[in-house]
């Protein structure tokens, strides 16, 4: 196991401390691709604690009553369990997962739950509070890269009908039985394909690890270093996705991570997570100050990237290297 250190970045004071908080931000960006923020007003941690609760008592519902809006993959959106199968693993991740698309709100959440009554209006106050965080974040990356400030956060903008911004509920499922049939991965190696993704991770629930070194939105890197990211309730953990490292002609990182299952040892709890995945609006074009790579739309690159994620490991990817 390595022992490369995520930087840890505190938002405390955040308009008085903005510089500072910046240049640790794109370093971190630029040489490990991974941190986690500390300190932020919002979401709180109370914020956080609240989300994993309800969440929580969602996937308590029965599988007919999520089943009422089931995942559908050309849409990225919708609940789905023991159904994604990573590359590296060639076995579906022993998990559930709701994907909430904010701009589906109002057509594709799970909206009536009795059970849980508040559950849709927290949903969209929490995707709110994380997508202001992102756009702040998003903003020093945007000026680092040569763009106008609010370059990134206008290709992000939730007003937007098309906006696909998603959040991601995952539980991953207790671990029982036999030692010899536990489960190696929670989920398997791989990189996200977003722009930057908000992880939420709860005390307790250990087991992230991440591969400083093996980024790649292309093929190309290398490196079997991997690094434990502690699971701390408040914290958020962020990574650079795909999209960025392509939108910065790879000068930020977008790195492997995956999630090991406990050994017998461990905490054999299921295991609760949240992501939020910023991706730019479909028809925005990503491509970097050098033109490193072909421009592509953000539909196209998602397409691309839902055929490499559902494709065996070595049938390859789309080429963009113009060279
Ligand atoms: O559950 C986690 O901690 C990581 C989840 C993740 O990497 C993903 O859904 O892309
Ligand atoms: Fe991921």
Redesign the pocket.
Known sequence: MGDRQIPRISLRDFDTRKDQIGKELIAAAENVGFFILVDQERPSKQDIQRMFDLSTKYFALPDTTKGRWPFIREQNTGWEKDAQIRPSTRVADPKE?LQLQYFRRNTYWPNDLPEIPEFHQACLEFMESVQDLSMKILSFFSVALGFPPSFLADAHDLSYEDCLSTM?L?R?HEVTGKVSDMPEW??GA?T?FDVL?M?F?ETG?D??EVCPGREAHTSFAQGDDWTAVP?RTGEI?V?IGDMLMAWSDDRFKSLY???RAPGPNGNLKA?N?M?Y?NQPRPHVLIQGPTKKYEALSASEYILNAMKRYYQPTGTGGPKQLKT
């Open positions: 997962s991601r995952l991953y929670r989920a791989h996200d993704t992880l991770q629930g087991g992230l699971a953990t990574n991570h995956r999630v295991r997570s992501a995945f």
